[in-house]
């Protein structure tokens, strides 16, 4: 039978979610009428998700289990979900049930009327602290100021996509990607459908500050040269400040104004610049790291057990 929709759930450690996902996905698909399959992508856990994952798949041949050989991150997983994917339409969703399997319905429904791409908005998040709701609203709207492709805000990877757009995603293969930036950069219809982010059903955060932190890293670097630039916009206006001074300290100096003699001002610029400078220079490291890890064109991952192919 032809599948119309391929859920896909990227799974690190998340052993007490499992079933109830898989049961949730399972109630909602079912009552769908149309055939789906759930893609679940074990991104190197070490708490035996794994072998719960292959318990689900042999019980259900809809459940197509995709197994890394190591954790190689969120999005990487993602990224994998997609290319196994088999389905019309492609779901993200998290393992941990914060992202309720209910609402697929309510994108299914979008994507009907013929929008490629559904992307759920958070118009409330329960039970997280005031931190990461901070931290979480902070990195979307500097995110959407400072890169180019205007990436909704409040959304994660929660989302559908119609087939077309997966199978052009499926060219991208940048190394540090940010999914929910390539989905906005490729265009098509896109659509954005309200829903209220629950609790984590059981489990910890598998997202700490780190890693939020080199996420949104990953995001700017991806869609923005904005760091890059900045050090340009610094050397004009220190070097325009200094363009300025020249007259003023001659004409005090001309004066016989003792105030030009310290040393305190000249050691608080050189500071100053070297600081700005060794920034500057931290920039560009990032990016030629990057350029680096491209060039080595290794794979995005490595699967140690891939679904079987019927
Ligand atoms: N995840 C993953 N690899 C990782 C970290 C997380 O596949 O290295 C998965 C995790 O199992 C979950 C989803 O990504 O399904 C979102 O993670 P989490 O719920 O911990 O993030 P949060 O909702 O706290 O931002
Ligand atoms: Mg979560």
New binding site residues.
Partial sequence: MKIVYSVV??????LE?LPELYRRVKAVMDSNGEAWELVL?????TDG?TEKIRELAQNDSRVRPVIFAR????Q???TAGWDYARGDAIVI????L?DPPEVILDLAKKWKEGYEVVYAVRAEREG?SWF?KFT?SMFYRIIYRITDVKIPVDT??FRLMDRKVVDVLKQMRERHRFPRGMSAWVGFRQVGVEYK?AV?FA?????PLN??LLLALNAITSFSYFPLQVATYFGFVSAGLAILAIPVVIYLRMEGSPQFTGQATTLIAVLFLGGVQLISLGILGEYIGRLYDEAKGRPLYIVREAPKEE
């Avoid at 954790?71 to 969120?74: Q, S, T, V």
């Avoid at 489990?203 to 997202?207: A, D, F, S, W």
């Fill in positions: 759930a990227p799974i690190y450690n998340e979610n992508v074990d991104d190197g856990s998700s954790n190689f991150g969120h990487i997983a993602i969703i998290d393992a941990d914060q997280e990461k979480a994660g990877d982010r984590r489990g910890e955060t598998k997202y890693k939020m």
